[in-house]
């Protein structure tokens, strides 16, 4: 196996990145250079799959969380010998069934000719249809999805022809099962896309920011629509010049813009008046924040990608955190020579000021990578973070799994760190392009998180949905701490009976519950003083029409939840 691996070689070699990136020890190029070593260019002509072969696609059940395989042919199955990757997702607010992952789909590993491929599922993520393309034989990448308060889809998706980056914005109004014709949205090379689902004057509002030095209109690298998607007003300049980054909105409607700053750290970008509607978009501020840290590109893990992307993430809860703007990178450090650790910092005054910097990996070795760092808020204010991380195989490899953790406190603490895959090799599947994209993409409601990303767990590059419940996978392992109620159910999922134990250490009142998909309590199993031990019940699904629910288990002031799927 460690033929197959990237060893460092000594404490000079602890992150792999090319030396016209460094200046010193451990210490960047301004913006201006990193920004411009990577952008998309259509460097070889599309090659068709040829003769399609399937075998078994990836999943993974466990208490907590499931992981199943998006780009699948129509029986469900994996497709041999294309490629997947740089995902993102968007979730019907309205109805969390309805969900859809767009990537980079590339039909023939043998040219890294990419299009704009889409997977939608109606099921809650369990099943997922891959129709195809958007624009069959058209050049596309970095695909960016959101949603509207109403729950139509837009795929936001980049074109490079002969140095010249121009973006389209797709629409769905069917939960992804078909898409308009699209609409020019000028762009630029890493562009990112959110849409504002407030009630204020920008409710609807597509905004859109994207590197400058890559840009359909340079120095312009922002554009936004107030027409749901009909069009899109020119460009302009972004202070700060954020590179690399991502977008939200605040529960007053103002937008944030975070990438990377200028030398070190991350830029964060303000506007009260973009959400107005025929009004000038002006910034309120743009600041430096101190991530004790930098991104990068070149790392061993990702040869000819970045590390992740700028996140930045806004609280539009009614809790305490509510306004509360969060930020968190992948990073190479500058306080010492790890190559990536996942960085955040939040600001409780609008982005005015930000707190020091804390790693969310808790990992001890200063040699392992923690990249593709991704955040999501809840709209209950809880702060879910996953990241790749090399710390399970031998010292030196490359080999990744999939990490987890979360905060309940606007980011005060933090869940343990929780690994949720089995571990892959990142550097193989390569379709003629060494990287597995450049960012994943996830959402999160009060339940769980809707992750989208990538691995190579079929030997192959291919997009993955994950569901998150953080009540189950971030707890403490059993004995590490205080004494808890345990909840199994089985078969799930379920045709006609399920069986539910849970198990208490005292006496103590319990409540067992089901509730659908909206948090909304169906059914009632349990009310009231239970004593020490294991007791067991039947749940009959007569009553239940097929779909997904969840079986709360509360005791005390402990909950439980685990996912429960009633089949047909």
């Not at 000038?280 to 893990?301: H, L, R």
């Not at 199993?525 to 067991?536: D, N, Q, Y």
Request: proline share 6%; aromatic share 10%; glycine share 12%.
């Amino acid at each position: 196996m460690t033929n197959l691996l990237t060893i460092r070689n000594g404490l000079a070699g602890l992150f792999l990145l090319l030396p016209c990136l460094m200046i010193g020890q451990n210490r960047p190029l301004p913006a201006t250079d990193r920004a411009r070593t990577h952008h998309e260019i259509p460097d070889q002509p599309y090659l068709a799959p040829g003769v399609k072969k399937s075998a078994p696609s990836h999943r993974n059940d466990e208490p907590g969380f499931f992981t199943t395989q998006v780009n699948v042919d129509a029986n469900g199955n994996n497709i041999e010998g294309d490629a997947a990757n740089e995902p993102s997702i968007a979730v019907d607010p309205n109805n969390p069934d309805r969900m859809v992952i767009g990537w980079r789909q590339f039909d023939n590993v043998g040219s890294n000719f990419r299009q704009a491929g889409y997977g939608y599922s109606t099921d809650g993520g369990l099943s997922w249809t891959f129709p195809g393309v958007i624009e069959p034989g058209i050049f596309r990448s970095d695909p960016v999805l959101d949603f509207d308060k109403e729950g139509n889809f837009y795929y936001n998706s980049l074109n490079s022809d002969n140095g010249v980056y121009t973006c389209k914005v797709f629409k769905s109004i069917d939960g992804g099962a078909t898409w308009d014709a699209g609409t020019p949205a000028y762009g630029g090379d890493k562009q990112w896309m959110v849409i504002d689902r407030t009630n204020g004057p920008g409710s609807d509002n597509i905004y859109s920011f994207w590197t400058k030095y890559y840009s359909s209109c340079n120095p312009g690298a922002f554009t936004r629509s107030t027409n749901n998607g009909s069009s899109f007003e020119p460009c302009i300049e972004v202070d700060g010049e954020p590179y690399w980054g991502t977008m939200d909105f605040g529960p007053d409607g103002e937008l944030y813009i975070a990438g990377g700053g200028i030398w070190d750290g991350f830029v964060v970008v303000k506007s009260s008046t973009a959400q107005i509607p025929g009004g000038s978009v002006g910034w309120d501020f743009s600041n430096q924040v101190d991530m004790d840290g930098y991104m990068t590109g070149q790392a061993s893990v990702n040869p000819v990608g970045i590390m992740g992307q700028a996140n930045i993430c806004v609280d539009r809860s009614n809790g305490p955190g509510r306004g509360n703007v969060y930020v968190l990178g992948s990073l190479a450090r500058l306080s010492n020579t790890d190559p990536g650790d996942v960085m955040f910092a939040r600001s409780t005054d609008g982005g005015m000021t930000f707190s020091p910097p804390v790693r969310l990996n808790n990992d001890a070795s200063m040699v392992n990578y923690q990249w593709f760092g991704t955040m999501a808020v809840a709209p209950n204010g809880r702060i879910d973070v996953i990241w790749l991380d090399t710390r399970d195989d031998l010292p030196g490899s490359l080999y990744s799994d999939l990490y987890y953790c979360y905060s309940d406190d606007q980011g005060t603490s933090w869940s343990i760190n929780k690994r949720l895959s089995d571990t892959f090799n990142p550097l193989t599947g390569f379709p003629q392009q060494d990287k597995m994209g450049d960012y994943f993409d996830m959402v999160s409601d009060d339940i769980g998180a809707h992750l989208a990303w990538a691995n190579t767990l079929n030997g192959e590059q291919d997009v993955y949905y994950t569901h998150i419940i953080p009540q189950i996978v971030g707890v403490e392992d059993p004995g590490a701490g205080r004494e808890s109620a345990g909840l199994s159910i089985r078969p799930n999922p379920f045709r006609e009976t399920a069986l539910i134990q849970f198990s208490l250490p005292s006496k103590g009142n319990v409540r067992l519950e089901i509730c659908n998909i909206y948090g909304s309590v169906v059914k009632t199993l349990v009310s009231g003083e239970k004593p020490a031990g294991i007791h067991t019940l039947s749940l009959r699904g007569e009553n239940l029409s097929t779909g997904c629910y969840f079986c709360r288990l509360t005791y005390g002031e402990q909950s439980t939840v685990q996912k429960l799927v009633k089949v047909n």
